[in-house]
C-alpha cells in the first residue's frame, strides 16, 4: 500500500520584515532588521527515511541560506540578535531550529549562533554583533516530523529582534 502525502510545510511563514527596533539612546535612532525569505515545503513519500513503510526523516532542513538578515542603522554599536516563535501550529513533538551560517557583509563583525538553536515561546538570544550587516545567511531545521501526526498545513512564525 502506498503511504499518503502527507501536506506539512517544513516551516512555513518564517519570513518577518519591519521587526522590533533597537534603542540604543534617546538621541539616536533604532536599529532595523529586515528577513528575506520564506520556508515552505511539501512532505511526502520522497521524504520518507528508508521508502515505504517508514518514517519520515528525523530532521529536514532549508539549504544553507534558506533566509538571508539585515541589521541597519546601528551607528556601529554592539548589538544582539533574539528569536521567537510568535504562533504556531505544529504538532506538540515537532520542533523548528535556526542557526547562522555566514558573517554577511559590512562594518564590524559577527559571532555564535553556528549551532542550531531550538526556538522556544520565548526570545532567545542567536548571535551577537557590531555595525551594519547584510546578507546573514540563516539555516533552519523542522524536528520531529511523523507520518503518525495526520495531514494538514501546520506552520510556525518565528520573530527576530535586535537589541
Given at each position: 500500500m502506498r503511504p499518503p502525502r502527507y501536506e506539512i510545510p517544513r516551516c512555513c511563514r518564517t519570513c518577518l520584515t519591519g521587526l522590533i527596533a533597537l534603542i540604543m539612546g534617546s538621541s539616536v535612532q533604532a536599529a532595523g532588521v529586515t528577513l528575506i525569505g520564506n520556508w515552505f515545503e511539501m512532505i511526502g513519500t520522497d521524504d520518507l527515511a528508508m521508502g515505504a513503510g517508514t518514517d519520515f526523516r528525523p530532521t529536514i532542513e532549508t539549504v544553507a541560506a534558506g533566509a538571508t538578515l539585515g541589521i541597519t542603522n546601528t551607528q556601529g554599536a554592539p548589538w544582539t540578535l533574539w528569536v521567537r516563535r510568535d504562533t504556531s501550529t505544529l504538532p506538540a513533538p515537532v520542533s523548528v531550529a535556526v542557526r547562522r551560517t555566514s558573517e554577511g557583509a559590512g562594518d564590524g563583525g559577527i559571532s555564535g549562533g553556528a549551532d542550531y538553536l531550538v526556538v522556544q515561546d520565548y526570545e532567545q538570544p542567536i548571535f551577537q554583533g557590531v555595525g551594519d550587516r547584510s546578507g546573514i545567511g540563516l539555516q533552519l531545521r523542522l524536528a520531529g516530523i511523523s507520518i503518525s501526526q495526520?495531514?494538514?498545513?501546520?506552520?510556525?512564525?518565528?520573530?527576530y529582534r535586535v537589541q
Open positions: 495526520g495531514t494538514g498545513v501546520p506552520g510556525c512564525t518565528l520573530v
